[in-house]
């Protein structure tokens, strides 16, 4: 185990889609597996970033579920199959930062449908969904444990064409079966006291079967999506940037302290709702909200009003306690073989459910070969204490709230983090997110005879939108454009975006500036080139061209700031543009304009900026 892989595991992962997309890269087989799990762990932020984005960025929750006794309501497949074919489209392209989040989003809508309660949908679920997916979280070791003894069963791709939709729907089948022994098992009332409690040996015991048959059902993805590219993974190496991504340890334990106390607000209201009323409706998290409205009105025919009627029925009649208190099991990394038909264990983990033949193929057992694990033990790694001089970048709490946050966590939640309990929003805008990083994703482009910087490895070496890296190696003079330079030249346009710009006859800068967004939106026809975005683009030019030596990405942050020409640049304090853009970056968005990078702006930068816009003035 490198550096790097360590730092993931300990620091950075962390919900269960983290650690399936991670733990996957170990099951990788075949003769260039360690060159693309080393090229995954390279651009790692992007893989992770991606196996969170449907929740955090795109909240399409009806794609997160595959209801298999409601006609298999939800989308679950198509959505997979869409990110699997975006995911081999940017492999092709060596595109490796982009494929990464591809993978990563395609390891979420994948991984869904074998959590149980993402295949049903009850009263008695929502009232415990989300505390079991926190005692879940807060049983990682326990249930990786599990895992590392028993191995992880081989999971059928099938060779149809629709092979990724036929994987997810026989993850949900085999799932189904456990939906109402979940509901039965789980003792709501220790698993908010204690989130590990909430669980028994029952539980303990699918969930390791379902974790194991998740990750190994990536891996397979990951196989089929590297096969189906026909590309060789780039060569890299993670000891030097290994080292660097130790460097922000201090922050990440922050990090993992403050969403843990996100978790416990959320669950600890719905108890509160729970004990006062006998279910949960007004206190359900966003996402389960979307989803009961939608499955009222569309499976079941009925007003949210009628359900909220509804008495529930008992919840962890069968909880069974373990026979002492749960112990987080000593984290060991392991490399353990994916096992395969024939195996004797694997004949010791017969499914619930038996794969339906008409979704496999038959294995061909005779070709499957069989080795025995190899373990890897690491030493606990020492606990990492944050510096007092560590400035937090990334981060919006305060050194103090920091401090408040390791004595009473669950006091130190925002206003923000309310929005846990509140109303979902309404479907056009949830789908904001999505559109706009398929817009960025559409739109970057890599040139691969460029060799990458070894000390940026989730940065691409060529953009349509630019990077930080592209942006901070570019001579101020090479980024001067004037209204007679080729629209390609705009910040965030590259050739794809301009060749369509093109045939709506804008072909220079002084003819983008020139358009009127409304009628250039409805002429391209494009769903996420809207009036905004093209009007953001536009100012983004128009600062580079008012202000020349202004970079792409100091455009793209300062546009995103709220400072669209340079008079208002020159004529603001430095103190103001500094806060403005670290409010941006701190945004889903403004993270997306970084694409992964770790650093953000400062004074100096920031001085430099209005330096530039001032000169121009004369």
């Given amino acids: 185990m490198n550096l790097l892989e360590l730092v993931i595991i300990a620091h950075r992962c962390r919900s269960t889609h983290h650690f399936i997309a991670f733990d996957a890269l170990q099951l990788l087989q075949g003769e260039d597996a360690g060159d693309w799990k080393n090229l995954l762990l390279k651009h790692h932020t992007n893989l992770l970033k991606g196996a969170k984005a449907p929740d955090t960025d795109f909240k399409d929750f009806k794609n997160h579920v595959l209801h298999v006794e409601d006609g298999e309501w939800g989308g679950a497949r198509d959505a997979a199959m869409e990110w699997y074919g975006k995911a081999v489209e ?13 993978l990563g989003v395609l390891t979420h809508y994948y991984a869904d449908p074998i959590q149980p309660f993402h295949t049903a949908q009850s009263e008695e679920e929502g009232a415990i969904h989300r505390a079991v997916e926190w005692s879940i979280a807060k049983s990682r070791d326990t249930i990786k444990a599990l895992i590392d003894v028993r191995g992880y069963p081989h999971v059928h791709s099938g060779t149809e064409t629709g092979f990724v939709a036929d994987m997810v729907l026989a993850g949900a089948k085999y799932s189904n079966p456990h939906y109402q022994t979940f509901i039965d098992h789980y003792d709501l009332h220790k698993g908010v006291a204690n989130p590990p409690e909430g669980l028994d040996q029952t539980m303990l015991d699918i969930l390791a079967d379902l974790i194991a048959y998740a990750t190994s059902g990536v891996a397979v993805l990951f ?8 590309v060789k993974p780039q060569k890299v190496d993670l000891d030097l940037p290994g080292y660097f991504a130790a460097l922000d340890i201090p922050i990440r334990r922050i990090t993992k302290r403050i969403a843990d106390a996100r978790d416990r607000k959320t669950v600890e209201a719905m108890y509160e709702e729970f004990v006062e009323t006998g279910k949960v409706v007004k206190t359900l998290p966003a996402d389960d909200k979307k989803i009961r409205a939608l499955h009222c009105k569309q499976i079941l025919r009925q007003p949210v009003e009628w359900l909220d009627m509804m008495p529930i029925r008992p919840i962890g009649t069968k909880h069974v306690p373990l026979p002492e208190h749960p112990q987080p099991v000593e984290y060991q990394l392991r490399v353990v073989p994916v096992l395969v038909a024939g195996n004797e264990t694997e004949a010791e983990r017969t499914p619930t459910v038996s794969p339906d033949p008409e979704v496999f193929d038959e294995v061909d057992a005779a070709a499957a070969v069989v080795t025995e694990p190899v373990i890897e033990e690491i030493a606990a790694e020492p606990e990492i204490e944050a510096e007092p001089e560590i400035e937090v970048a990334d981060e919006t709490e305060t050194s103090a709230e920091i401090e408040a946050t390791e004595s009473e966590p669950e006091d130190e939640i925002t206003a923000a983090d309310e929005e846990t309990i509140e109303e979902p929003e309404e479907a056009p805008e949830e ?22 910087p070894t000390l940026e490895p989730v940065i691409e070496a060529k953009s349509d939108v630019a990077t930080p890296a592209e942006a901070a190696n570019d001579d101020e003079d090479g980024n001067h454009i004037t209204l007679d330079s080729p629209v390609v030249d705009a910040p965030s346009i590259g050739p794809k975006t301009a060749s369509r710009l093109e045939k709506v006859d804008i072909w220079t800068i002084g003819d983008l500036l020139n358009a009127d967004p409304a009628e250039t939106a409805v002429a391209l026809n494009v769903r996420y080139i809207k009036t905004e975005t093209l009007q953001d683009w536009q100012d983004q030019t128009r600062l580079m061209v008012e202000a020349p030596g202004l970079r792409v990405l100091d455009s793209q942050i300062l546009v995103g700031a709220g400072i669209r020409n340079a008079d208002d640049l020159a004529k603001a304090s430095a103190t103001k543009v500094l806060n403005a853009a670290t409010s941006f970056l701190d945004t889903p968005k403004g993270a997306r304009v970084l694409w992964g990078g770790e650093s953000n ?7 430099h900026w209005i330096g530039l816009a001032r000169s121009a003035q004369g």
């Fill in 223 to 230: 196989q089929r999506a590297f096969a189906e590219a026909g």
């Fill in 431 to 452: 789908t904001n997110a999505a559109e706009a990083m398929l817009a960025e994703l559409d739109a970057v482009e890599e040139e691969p005879s460029q060799p990458e």
């Fill in 601 to 607: 702006v400062d004074q100096s930068e920031v001085e």
């Fill in 90 to 102: 940017a492999l092709r392209e060596k595109k490796w930062g982009k494929a990464a989040y591809a």
